[in-house]
């Protein structure tokens, strides 16, 4: 199982799918239902692909800093082994033997280079190319591209070239000069190298895995500057040609390996989309094209993932070639000879592992469902834009089949699907915008009615003041909603008082302002929804004529009640009166009937009964 080298930062992370595009494994998936694409660690061959595309840099790979602190402050010596790369990354630094010197100050026991390591595994492939057994073979001098073979091309593992990298080389060289106890360090340009050091089955010697860009943010930690520090050249042994290494056929070069194109059994390719074309060529078609393939993922180790974003390829490269140049200059060639001869007879073999992370193809119909889904049934097989990050369609359709991908990742499909959302929303705003000036004349409607409501409620309240009846109005609890001057001259000067506390008495109880067989009669209301008209109750040392009326069935009820000991009750006159309150005032009760429940009519009724009984004691 390979250890996380790539993470997404979702608070970072825009969403745009640039990594999923980038990554030629499909290691980085976008789920159904998931909004961020996240890394399936067991796929990713650590290329790296998906970094410099990312603009936000949310995509960051695994820090090895602290471990490397760890180590520096441990009790055991520590050996930093350097990629040759490095020329071409610090093009900032005026000498080499200054960014030697800067590592020491780091804490570094031992600064070796890699390039020594190259010489000694370059002989190594020299000689297996010119011992030809009649199986074709592909260098394994670069982790993303044993990885993807691994994973990808298993049927391919037994044509990688069984030798360790040239990093791995160095660390047993180094070992074997300062003791199995040295730990040693990696520093160069490749991210993959951290998950290959991690490795038991290499036997790589190799502890920890530094890039570039970590060994800078070091220095700046550390405040180291190459201004205040002399000049400092590499431990022994020293690198020959194997300087060159960066450069994608720098390893042929450093052996004299033929590169002839008549002659020649070698083809090189660098680069993402060349080298994945040449994997697929090989399997497919070796025993025509006849030829070992040498492969680096990045365009040569100088453009590594590991090294500063923006770098320039040809300016890179023409930094390797002059500290190449320089370096040999002054060249011992007798003591490298003898050192290649000594470390020679060091083990640099290795076994590669099948860890197959193909992913069983979906059904012709699982496919078609999807192109159907996203709209591209009519295309061919090879039809496609690429924006997705696939070669074609159908592709695509595979990959959202298997769960890698999913449709909102085509361009096509997510701008038809936009479009729609957007007619959609167009519509639904339409229908906001109707709805919203519907429910604006309706508020204005609502405070007209309000207005008139509040004006009808003041009328009322006034005119049932100026009856002479008692009148009283109760919710199911028999609290008062409403009573007017003439029930509270009724109930007393106690009730008077509390009037002047609480006008109208509202939220009274009306069991505490009238004795028990009184109160039951609304009660009684109430609960049968039978009106009570014209009942005679005595009252302390009164007699009253109550009609208890429903307003709101179960709910709110009202009462008229008439002190049959008021002289004014008595008169003659009151069958005129109540007639005039009947004529003059019907619109009034109406009004209360509406605002307070339906009762305007059951209220005339009780009224009509009033006159008559009153025309029937004079008679």
């Known amino acids: 199982?390979?250890?996380?080298?790539?993470?997404?930062?979702?608070?970072?992370?825009?969403?745009?799918?640039?990594?999923?595009?980038?990554?030629?494994?499909?290691?980085?998936?976008?789920?159904?239902?998931?909004?961020?694409?996240?890394?399936?660690?067991?796929?990713?061959?650590?290329?790296?692909?998906?970094?410099?595309?990312c603009s936000p840099k949310a995509v960051v790979y695994t820090n090895s800093k602290e471990e490397v602190k760890t180590l520096l402050h441990s009790k055991h010596k520590v050996a930093a082994i350097v990629?040759?790369?490095?020329?071409?990354?610090?093009?900032?630094?005026t000498d080499y033997r200054k960014f030697v010197s800067m590592i020491r100050q780091l804490g570094f026991d031992y600064v070796n280079e890699v390039s020594f390591g190259v010489d000694l595994i370059a002989k190594e492939y020299k000689a297996a190319f010119e011992h030809f057994n009649g199986k074709y073979c592909i260098t394994s001098i670069c982790p993303p591209i044993v990885s993807l073979?691994?994973?990808?091309?298993?049927?391919?593992?037994?044509?990688?070239?069984?030798?360790?990298?040239p990093f791995m080389t160095t660390a047993k060289v180094v070992k074997k000069i300062y003791g199995d106890d040295v730990k040693v360090v990696f520093i160069g340009p490749c991210i993959a190298a951290k998950n290959s050091a991690k490795r038991h089955d290499t036997n790589s010697s190799v502890d920890e895995v530094l890039t570039f860009v970590e060994l800078r943010e070091l220095f700046e930690e550390y405040s180291i500057h190459e201004t205040t520090l002399e000049?400092?050249?590499?431990?022994?042994?020293?690198?020959?040609?194997?300087?060159?290494?960066?450069?994608?056929?720098?390893?042929?070069?450093?052996?004299?390996?033929?590169?002839?194109?008549?002659?020649?059994?070698?083809?090189s390719a660098e680069g993402k989309l060349n080298v994945l074309g040449?994997?697929?060529?090989?399997?497919?078609?070796?025993?025509?094209?006849?030829?070992?393939?040498?492969?680096?993922?990045?365009?040569?180790?100088?453009?590594?993932?590991?090294?500063?974003?923006?770098?320039?390829?040809?300016?890179?490269?023409?930094?390797?070639?002059e500290y190449a140049n320089k370096r040999l200059q002054e060249f011992d060639m007798e003591k490298w000879k003898k050192e290649i001869a000594q470390f020679s007879e060091l083990d640099f073999n290795r076994e590669f592992t099948v860890d197959d992370q193909r992913l069983p193809e979906p059904t012709e119909e699982e496919i078609h469902e999807v192109l159907k889904a996203i709209g591209k049934m009519d295309y061919h097989d090879n039809?496609?834009?690429?924006?997705?990050?696939?070669?074609?369609?159908?592709?695509?359709?595979?990959s959202v089949a298997k769960g890698l991908a999913k449709p909102d990742m085509c361009i096509t499909f997510s701008l038809k699907s936009k479009q729609e959302y957007i007619k959609a929303l167009k519509s639904t705003n339409d229908n906001l915008a109707k709805a919203q000036d519907t429910i604006k004349k309706s508020e204005k409607l609502a405070k007209i009615e309000q207005l008139k409501a509040k004006e009808a409620s003041e009328t009322v309240s006034t005119m049932l003041q100026k009856l002479n009846a008692g009148v009283v109005i109760v919710d199911e609890h028999l609290k008062i909603i409403q009573s007017n001057q003439g029930f509270i001259t009724i109930l007393g000067e106690e009730a008077n008082e509390i009037n002047e506390i609480i006008p109208g008495l509202v939220g009274a109880d009306l069991k505490t302002l009238l004795p028990v067989q009184f109160y039951k009669l609304f009660s009684f209301v109430l609960t049968s929804n039978e009106d009570v008209l014209n009942r005679d109750v005595h009252f302390r040392e009164g007699l009253l004529n109550v009609s208890i009326f429903t307003i709101k069935n179960e709910k709110i009820v009202g009462a008229i009640i008439r002190d049959m000991y008021s002289p004014e009750v008595r008169s003659?006159?009151?069958?005129?009166?109540?007639?005039?309150?009947?004529?003059?005032?019907?619109?009034?009760?109406?009004?209360?009937?509406?605002?307070?429940?339906?009762?305007?009519?059951?209220?005339?009724?009780?009224?009509?009964?009033?006159i008559e009984s009153y025309k029937s004691k004079k008679k």
Request: charged share 20%; net charge negative; glycine share 8%.
């Open 1 to 53: 199982m390979s250890i996380p080298l790539i993470e997404i930062n979702k608070e970072l992370c825009t969403v745009c799918y640039a990594c999923v595009r980038a990554c030629p494994v499909n290691a980085i998936q976008v789920k159904t239902n998931q909004e961020f694409p996240e890394v399936n660690h067991d796929m990713c061959i650590g290329c790296g692909s998906c970094l410099n595309v």
């Open 83 to 93: 990629g040759p790369s490095i020329s071409g990354e610090f093009d900032d630094i």
């Open 149 to 165: 073979i691994e994973k990808f091309h298993p049927d391919l593992v037994h044509n990688l070239v069984p030798l360790i990298s």
């Open 231 to 267: 000049f400092s050249d590499f431990d022994a042994p020293l690198g020959y040609k194997g300087s060159l290494f960066p450069i994608y056929n720098g390893i042929l070069q450093a052996v004299d390996i033929d590169e002839n194109l008549l002659t020649s059994t070698i083809t």
């Open 278 to 321: 040449a994997i697929a060529q090989f399997e497919a078609s070796i025993e025509f094209i006849k030829q070992n393939f040498n492969l680096f993922y990045c365009e040569g180790c100088l453009m590594g993932p590991g090294t500063s974003r923006g770098g320039k390829k040809f300016i890179r490269r023409t930094l390797v070639t």
């Open 383 to 398: 039809a496609g834009c690429e924006a997705c990050g696939y070669k074609s369609c159908r592709d695509f359709a595979i």
């Open 572 to 610: 003659e006159e009151v069958i005129n009166r109540v007639n005039d309150v009947i004529d003059e005032n019907l619109q009034l009760v109406q009004q209360i009937g509406f605002l307070l429940g339906e009762g305007a009519a059951k209220t005339e009724k009780m009224l009509n009964s009033i």
